[in-house]
T-cell receptor, first 108, second 112 residues
Framework: DAKTTQPPSMDCAEGRAANLPCNHS???????VYWYRQIHSQGPQYIIH???NNETNEMASLIITEDRKSSTLILPHATLRDTAVYYC?????????FGKGTRLSVIA | EAQVTQNPRYLITVTGKKLTVTCSQN?????MSWYRQDPGLGLRQIYY???????DKGDVPEGYKVSRKEKRNFPLILESPSPNQTSLYFC???????????FGPGTRLTVT
């Protein structure tokens, strides 16, 4: 079973920031938080990962709480092409386990 | 271009007829894995391989076989396919530590 909890769906207006929450209250000290997304039936795409510090790349920002029990993926200016299922995964040296993710709909 | 390729992309077959779905990556990745995706069940791992000749079962290995004779290839074998193996299959690869897994485009399999 996935060790993370995400809302099943969210909407976001085009051009606004999309903030996707994830709860991983049982995360252990050596486990990272990963985010992937899947657009329609394409292969999942890696977005970002972090351990305890906040991270930013060209796609998104990852904010991890100080106690590491939750995180938020931020897409700063959502576009229609960001409509996808977003998966939050916590994992150490074991294979990634994908949960059901959050279906983000970006609305024009 | 760095990529994971899968063949075929679409396959319709009949119960019991052995088939192989190929997966190849050109990034010299050690880690490769197979997933299946079904409506309402999300992505579930079938098998994974940490390097050549090293494979291990994932969450749903029954009815599948894999082999890893070369680093770049990781074929998925269905010796006797059944209708409950109708699904969308993804192959993925990464460097060991799998921070960033690269996924193939998927193979849609229908078993009648």
């Amino acid at each position: 079973d996935a060790k993370t909890t995400q809302p099943p769906s969210m909407d976001c207006a085009e051009g606004r920031a999309a903030n996707l929450p994830c709860n991983h209250s049982t995360i252990s000290g050596n486990e990272y938080v990963y985010w992937y997304r899947q657009i329609h039936s394409q292969g999942p795409q890696y977005i970002i990962h972090g351990l305890k510090n906040n991270e930013t790349n060209e796609m998104a920002s990852l904010i991890i709480t100080e106690d590491r029990k939750s995180s938020t993926l931020i897409l700063p200016h959502a576009t229609l092409r960001d409509t996808a299922v977003y998966y939050c995964i916590s994992s150490g040296n074991t294979p990634l386990v994908f949960g059901k993710g959050t279906r983000l709909s970006v609305i024009a | 271009e760095a990529q994971v390729t899968q063949n075929p992309r679409y396959l319709i077959t009949v119960t019991g007829k052995k088939l192989t779905v190929t997966c190849s990556q050109n990034m010299n990745h050690e880690y490769m894995s197979w997933y299946r995706q079904d409506p309402g069940l999300g992505l579930r791992q079938i098998y994974y391989s940490m390097n050549v000749e090293v494979t291990d079962k994932g969450d749903v290995p029954e009815g599948y076989k894999v082999s890893r004779k070369e680093k770049r290839n990781f074929p998925l074998i269905l010796e006797s396919p059944s209708p409950n193996q109708t699904s969308l299959y993804f192959c993925a690869s990464s460097l060991w530590g799998h921070y960033e897994q690269y996924f193939g485009p998927g193979t849609r399999l229908t078993v009648t």
